[in-house]
């Protein structure tokens, strides 16, 4: 089937199939003509700070010069980034970029094993991280390539007065900061002040340069770094701007980004989309601390939210969350996980606006397919995006018609170069002619919206029959009495596995048979849950994803 073809009418009017690659050159490109354009207006504000574009521009050439100048770090040369979202963090990585190095995102909470081998693996020479986990820095930095390093503390983009006395409280009274001793660091407000007085000799990117490294979660394996180009960022940025229709208005938006930056999801859409429409990112440092998050939401006049279903589900259980005033918020974008129509049903009662819920993948930098504002169509992941050519395939390779699951495929602009050093994994993630195998099963509509039926590798066989694990926690969730749930497949003597539901019941409490008898109503036999396990939490990673592999390692045992 033709699926180019097949999509030409699918779109609303406005909608374009395909994007002008050739608007901006790079992402430092993208960067610095939104720099110019929005010098007055504020870009990113945490903890008490606010950098305007004006500052943005001002300190990443600071910090680019420092490099230059102050290092032997060259173009090309790896640096890892390590904090959480914080103004300091888009200084660090547009600098860099100016610098023509190629930024390594590097989760916070990472254990030693996890930064020892994401350190070596990209050979990175420099590491910038956060005071508050530089002590773990401090045992791995030994064990690798690692040469230059900046640590930064909480309050650093304040002014020096607050920025010392707030820095001391988080260190001294919080106790939130470790003690350590990495020779021969640097502090990031003196390498900004050494940089400022040096020249700062502007470096060309070209579209195939690499950007980023990206490292995939690793739930299947070690981590690899997906090779994310700025021809890829770039494209991707362009690519999504679209589907949001006439919602993002140029200098005027107002964004709530509580999904950590160094995930690729918030790096395209606010350090890519939001940063190229001038706006205003309010960057959330700790999602989890539900009171605290709210506290900060009352002080700005929202219009756009990104999140993920579970930050969805806490917020709208919330009371202080929902007596906040919705009446800016026009725009609310959903991805890194399923989005259960329950989840987005009580979002949209709760704030008044629907949610577009896209899907994309670390190597595809991320976005693939978005539910167009004017058209959301629920329970999809939406058409894919402009310039980006998807089908399904099954087992052997085939194409599966229309309306038939198989193994969703991408080609297109966004899709990365490859795995960085893994010429055999990439080669087995492309087919033959060139599409990026996803590891998801979907199926096309006749109207051309695709659902995800599920994780290739999180089907669940009972008796010879497919169990799709996000069918049946869509159904669970959508009890009353349910919080959240994850469905994995256990070992059955006569059914080969069985479902199992872990999951995390509202203070009213709910039993077994209630929730056996509620699914049993709404699923096919073979899908009803045999097993239930009550948790006060289930385990998610640092994005808020639920970590199913874990909770079926822990089932097998």
């Known amino acids: 089937m033709d699926f180019e073809q097949f999509y030409q009418d699918k779109y609303p009017a406005g909608v374009p199939r395909e994007i002008d690659l050739d608007k901006y050159k790079s992402m430092v490109d993208v960067f610095e003509q939104a720099v110019k354009k929005y010098a007055d ?41 390590q904090m959480p979202n914080l103004p300091q963090y888009p200084v660090v990585v547009f600098g860099a970029m100016r610098a023509g190095l190629i930024v390594v995102n590097t989760n916070p909470l990472y254990t030693e094993r996890e930064m020892e081998h994401q350190f070596n693996d990209s050979g990175a020479k ?24 900046i640590v930064t503390e909480i309050a650093d983009m304040n002014s020096p007065i607050k920025r010392t ?39 060309e990117c070209k579209t195939d340069d690499i950007a980023v490294l990206q490292y995939t979660g690793g739930t299947t394996g070690v981590a690899k770094g997906a090779m994310l180009t700025h021809g890829n960022l770039v494209a991707n940025l362009l690519q999504v701007r679209p589907m949001m229709e006439d919602t993002v208005q140029e200098g005027k938006e107002v964004v709530i980004a509580p999904l950590p ?21 309010i960057l959330i440092p700790n999602p989890r601390d539900i009171p605290a998050f709210v506290k900060e939401l009352k002080n700005h006049k929202f219009t756009a939210f990104l999140g993920l279903n579970t930050l969805f589900v806490a917020l709208c259980n919330n009371e202080e969350f929902q007596g906040l005033d919705f009446s800016a918020l026009k725009l609310t974008s959903s991805g890194g996980m399923a989005l259960t129509s329950d ?94 195998k996803t590891g998801d099963i979907a199926l096309i509509q006749e109207d051309g919206y695709i659902r995800i039926v599920d994780r290739k590798k999180d089907m669940i066989i009972v008796s010879g029959f497919n169990v799709f694990p996000n069918e049946v926690e869509d159904v669970v969730s959508s009890h009353p009495k349910v919080v959240e749930c994850a469905a994995v497949g256990v070992p059955d003597a006569k059914s080969g596995e069985a479902v199992k ?57």
């Open 41 to 81: 207006r504020p870009a990113f504000s945490a903890v008490g700070a606010t950098l305007t574009y004006r500052d943005l521009d001002t300190q990443t050439r600071n910090f680019a010069s420092w490099l230059q100048n102050k290092t032997d770090l060259k173009p090309g040369d790896r640096i890892a980034v």
């Open 126 to 149: 420099a590491l910038v991280v956060l005071a508050n986990m530089a002590g773990t820095a401090e045992k791995v930095i030994p064990q690798t390539g690692i040469e230059h390093v």
């Open 165 to 203: 006395l707030m820095n001391a409280v988080v260190k001294h009274v919080k106790k939130m900061v470790p003690p350590f001793n990495i020779p021969g660091a640097h502090k990031l407000p003196a390498v900004l002040s050494a940089g400022a007085r040096e020249k700062f000799s502007p470096v």
């Open 261 to 281: 930056l160094y995930h690729i999801y918030s790096f395209t859409l606010n350090c890519g989309i939001m940063l190229e429409a001038g706006a205003h990112n």
């Open 343 to 436: 989840t987005a049903k009580m979002w949209e009662r709760v704030t008044g606006c629907a949610i577009s819920e896209g899907y994309g993948m670390t190597e595809t930098s991320p976005v693939v397919t978005f539910n167009p504002h004017s058209a959301i169509q629920l329970g999809t992941i939406g058409l894919p995006i402009p310039s980006t050519v998807v089908k399904t395939i099954d087992e052997e390779g085939n194409e599966t018609p229309l309306g038939e699951p198989g193994e969703l495929c991408v080609k297109g602009p966004q899709v990365m170069r490859g795995y960085w050093q893994r010429p055999e994994d990439t080669r087995k993630s492309f087919t033959d002619d060139g599409f990026l």
């Open 501 to 557: 539901v872990f999951l995390v019941p509202t203070a009213d409490g709910v039993t077994e048979t209630e929730l056996k008898e509620f699914c049993r109503e709404r699923l096919t036999a073979y899908k009803v849950p045999r097993l239930f396990e009550f948790r006060d939490e289930l385990p998610k990673t640092n994005v808020g994803k639920i970590l199913r592999r874990q909770l079926r390692d822990e089932a097998a045992k």
